[in-house]
């Protein structure tokens, strides 16, 4: 019996080395499917949900944890940008204000799924349109929910944050591990 990463994220696999974990990385390939009307936390859960159970199904011994963060400004969920405009359309709505990362995490084990969703409040610092320029045009913002990386360059966006800072870079340590170790994964 493994544990698996139902994920290809550095930041999440560097996060679990780093805690001294054992895992296999086997990321899911299914398409990211939601429906209209979700409220945020149903998103983040659902996807998170569908990552960790389609890996399930190909590793049934095995335990697999799956996540998704996304970035909600209002009830707009954010998530990657698809090009350059819409990676500054995205910061220019985030600059001066308050969002939520909310990290949807589900763990399959035995054919049973126990899930959760972490929020951290983000507050980022008024923008100017050359910052938000540069920022962009330096290709980070193009992998990342809500077109920054916290964990980067893109850190200097950043007034605070009020929460988990691992939820931000995209999975919330701590609470993961409480939910492995209260299933006896650890």
């Given at each position: 019996?493994?544990?698996?990463?139902?994920?290809?994220?550095?930041?999440?696999?560097?996060?679990?080395?780093?805690?001294?974990?054992?895992?296999?990385?086997?990321?899911?390939?299914?398409?990211?499917?939601?429906?209209?009307?979700?409220?945020?936390?149903?998103?983040?859960?659902?996807?998170?949900k569908q990552k960790a159970?389609?890996?399930?199904?190909?590793?049934?011994?095995?335990?697999?944890?799956?996540?998704?963060?996304?970035?909600?400004?209002?009830?707009?969920?954010?998530?990657?940008?698809?090009?350059?405009?819409?990676?500054?359309?995205?910061?220019?709505?985030?600059?001066?204000?308050?969002?939520?990362?909310?990290?949807?995490?589900?763990?399959?084990?035995?054919?049973?799924?126990?899930?959760?969703?972490?929020?951290?409040?983000?507050?980022?610092?008024?923008?100017?349109?050359?910052?938000?320029?540069?920022?962009?045009?330096?290709?980070?913002?193009?992998?990342?929910?809500?077109?920054?990386?916290?964990?980067?360059?893109?850190?200097?966006?950043?007034?605070?944050?009020?929460?988990?800072?691992?939820?931000?870079?995209?999975?919330?340590?701590?609470?993961?591990?409480?939910?492995?170790?209260?299933?006896?994964?650890?």
């Amino acid at each position: 019996m493994a544990l698996i990463l139902a994920s290809a994220s550095p930041r999440r696999r560097d996060f679990l080395k780093q805690m001294g974990i054992s895992f296999r990385v086997c990321p899911a390939r299914g398409e990211e499917k939601i429906q209209p009307g979700w409220h945020p936390e149903e998103v983040a859960s659902h996807l998170a949900k569908q990552k960790a159970w389609e890996v399930a199904a190909r590793h049934p011994k095995d335990t697999v944890i799956g996540a998704d963060t996304i970035v909600v400004l209002g009830s707009e969920v954010l998530g990657k940008p698809k090009d350059k405009e819409q990676a500054a359309r995205m910061l220019s709505m985030l600059s001066g204000k308050t969002h939520q990362v909310m990290t949807g995490v589900w763990v399959i084990t035995g054919g049973k799924g126990y899930g959760f969703v972490q929020k951290t409040e983000v507050k980022f610092y008024h923008l100017t349109g050359l910052e938000i320029k540069r920022y962009v045009d330096t290709g980070e913002p193009m992998d990342k929910a809500g077109a920054y990386g916290i964990q980067g360059m893109g850190m200097a966006l950043v007034e605070g944050i009020k929460g988990d800072y691992t939820n931000v870079v995209g999975l919330p340590v701590a609470r993961l591990l409480r939910l492995l170790r209260e299933l006896g994964q650890l």
